[in-house]
Each structure stands twice: as structure tokens, then as C-alpha cells.
């Protein structure tokens, strides 16, 4: 089909699934076109995704609370967890400054990268996703995770004395 250059189709959302709801036309000067309209929002949720739609991003800066410990999956995957301390941008009740620890996951380069050139105390920052599992200890309880996965880590600086011992 030929469309004039000014025309620009808007169209409701047609699938084949779900409830037939009659037809519309839509017309643009001289050009009319008759479509057959189905809406059925759950099957077009479904096959759009609604994971399309969400943000699942972290940013943290802080510094590592022990050295990374370098492990390797029966894969050959390296992997190392790590915690970070991250202080809050304000006081607390008392006054003071809270820290939140929060478990991160590192994978291959980005795994053995962190094990090799940093330590404890060391600022890094880390940019990845929250990421819920759970599993059965032997015991019977059921224990939930939540942590961040790493997809980059940023070598920020050391502690004080790191400076000093390598100069």
C-alpha cells in the first residue's frame, strides 16, 4: 500500500486473541482503513511482557567490610560475596549516622577483578540488580536472601594506610 507522507497510523492495539470488539476506521484525508479491533488486556500484557515496563537497577558506594574471598563454581564460574557498609545521607534520631550492610554477589572478571585489587576498607562502587531467593536449611526453616547481583564494580580508593604502605 501507498500511504501519503503526511500519514501516520494510529492504531489501538490489535491481536489475535482475546474478544472481538467490532471494527473502527481510521481515516486520514482521502485514506480510510477498516481493522478489526480485539482487546483483551491480560493476553496483550502477557505477550508484550510486563517485565518491559520495570526498573531493576542499583547504585551503592561504599567500602568492603572484610577481603573478597575468590571462589570458583563446578562450572569454572568465579564468584565472590562481599558486604558492603554503606553509610545513609542523614542522622538518625540520636544524632548520629547509620550504616546499612548489604550483601552483594560478584561473577567472573568482575569476581576475580574485586579479589585481586581490593580489601578490606577499600571504596568501591557497585552497579547491578536486587535479586530475592530462598532455600531449606537442613534444619527445616526456610531462609529468605535478598542481594545485589554486580554487573560492574568501580575501584574507588583504599584505606588511608594502603596509600602509604605502597608509596
Known sequence: M????????LMPHVDDIGEKNGTQKLKNGDFTRKIEVHYDEDARKRKEGLWQNMI???VLVGRLTKDPELRYTADGAAVANITLAVTRNFRNAEGGIDTDFVQCTLWRKV???TANYCRKGSIIGVMGRIQTRNYERKDGQRVFVTEVVAESVRFMGGKTYEWIEHS
Open 2 to 9: 501507498n500511504f501519503p507522507v503526511d500519514f501516520v497510523p
Open 56 to 58: 531493576n537497577q542499583v
Open 111 to 113: 569476581a576475580e577483578n
